[in-house]
């Protein structure tokens, strides 16, 4: 059974940085797509980044293009979100997300995901 935890989630000052990890088990890591969602309070979850396996393509949500990147490291079985020039919008509940069978199209779509993290709160504040 896949097993997804995240973690370095925290408060920081607008402007800040904050670097998320997801560590992955129970499967062939480089076999999944793996995908980074958030949920503000009272919001839908939303899309923020996503990586294909092998790395081989990433998605970006419009809203942290240029501020968040997304990197895998096949040895150590982790995904990593590293979060720059932070806003207080970006406030929310960060959930690691992994799957197979994954395009580029659906990278977004939550659903084409099979497993998921509990979740790392990321507080910004102004």
């Known amino acids: 059974q896949v097993q997804l935890v995240e973690s370095g989630g925290g408060w920081v000052q607008a402007g800040g940085s904050l670097r998320l990890s997801c560590v992955f088990s129970?499967?062939?890591?480089?076999?999944?797509?793996l995908g980074w969602f958030r949920q503000a309070p009272g919001k839908e979850r939303e899309f923020v980044v996503a990586?294909?396996?092998?790395?081989?393509?990433?998605a970006y949500a419009d809203s942290v293009k240029g501020r968040f990147t997304i990197s895998r490291d096949n040895a150590k079985n982790t995904v990593y979100l590293q979060m720059n020039s932070l806003k207080p919008e970006d406030t929310a509940v960060y959930y690691c997300?992994?799957?197979?069978?994954?395009?580029?199209?659906?990278?977004?779509?939550?659903?084409?995901?099979?497993?998921w993290g509990q979740g790392t709160q990321v507080t910004v504040s102004s």
């Open positions: 129970g499967g062939t890591f480089r076999s999944y797509s």
């Open positions: 990586i294909k396996r092998y790395g081989s393509d990433t």
């Open positions: 997300a992994a799957g197979t069978g994954l395009i580029t199209s659906t990278l977004r779509v939550g659903a084409a995901y099979s497993y």
